[in-house]
Each structure stands twice: as C-alpha cells, then as structure tokens.
C-alpha cells in the first residue's frame, strides 16, 4: 500500500494535498510518532516532510535548496543537504534529523506556532572522528545516517563514514520557554519572537569553537561513545 508519493515520478509538488498524490524525490527516513503523524526525510528535495493522519502532506523544514547553512529560526526556511535518518518523540514535539551531507545532528520544533529549526550538534564538515565526551556542538561527524531516540531521551547516531555508534545525552533542557513547544505565545497567530530565532553564525572549518547559535540549548547536550553507556560493554579489568 502506497501512503506517500506517486510512483516513477519524483518531484517535490503535492503539499496540502493527499500524500499519495504527492512527489517526492529520494525520501530515505520516515517515523511516526504516537498520534500518527509521519515525518519523512524527503532527501533528494533537501526537505522534511510530514503527514497527518488523514493523509495531508506539508513540508515541515527546508526550502528545497541544497546547502551549508545554520538555518537556525524558522523551519522552513532552512537549507539542508540530503538530509536521511528521522526520528519524533512519541508526543511529536520534537524531530530530531541527520542532516547527512552537512554532517550535523539538527531538531525540529513541529508544535510551535511557526516550526522552528536548530542545530544541535556537528561542525558543517566531515570530521574523522573527535568531540567524545564533550560539548555536543563541538563534535564532528562524517556522514551521519541512522539516527534514533531511546526511552530516556539519548540521541544515538549512525557515525557512518567514521564507522562508530554516537550517542548525545543531555539532562534537563534549558532552551528558553519560546523554544518549548508547549510554551505557545497568547497570541496564536504571532509568530516567535526574534528571541526565539537565534542569531545565524559560521559553519565550517573557520568557525570558531564556540557556541553563537543556541548559548541556553547546546551546552547541555554531550557527546560520547554508545558502549561507554552499556555496561557490559566495557571490558572488565580483572
């Protein structure tokens, strides 16, 4: 059964519209959260796509256009490159994507009154390998794929060109309350306030170290190994 896209016709027209009369070009990713919205990395289209569950797709996050740019603030107006691996928290407030041939970690904020898009970790170019057990935007990745979230929160992602398993932990979250899905400004038809988008700043090997897009947010994410969090993945020292 086809639930999206028409067959031998990529494209990317179809939003508003029932999903099965859609286009999309390359879709790799999908997932669905517990109210039964699916959420579909439409690669090919540099978009994150949804559908409700009467089968209506939008475009959630992305213009279309491939690129190399923070794209911080508002969802849909975000560049990405071929983005692959997705994956909802079960209530759907939070998407979390691998943004592949950027080499980033990016979320989604779907329940906002205007979606908006962050950067949670990665440098915007292959790294081969480093940022263990440190700030998450400090870490680099090359070609990050599968990306899923466990029952406590845990990030993990498909580290494919580095041949690892990476997982981003974060305790309670700090992001300002027009960042928290559930904190709607009183006025549902305003969009977030500038505070809420945060200033765009420089990916790549130029940038400096430090975090100038998301200060309250990325700090609290870390980054390290997945079999430093299974126990018996640790070899004994007896």
Known sequence: TTI???????????????ATSAQLNGPTGIHMDSNGVLYISDSKNNKIRMVSPDGIITTLAGTGEQGLYSGEGIARNALMNTPQGIWASRDGSVVYFADTMNHMIREIYPLLPVPAIELISGLGYA????????????????LPMGIILDENGMVMIGDSGNNRMRALSHGVRTAGPSLIPTAKPSNPTTAPSSTAVPTKAPIGPSAAPTNTLVPSLLPSFQSTLTPSLIPSAVPSTT
């Open 127 to 142: 790294s081969y390998f480093g940022g263990d057990s440190t700030e998450a935007y400090r870490s680099g990745y090359n």
């Open 4 to 18: 999206a896209g028409t067959p031998q016709s990529p494209g990317s027209s179809g939003d508003g519209g029932q």
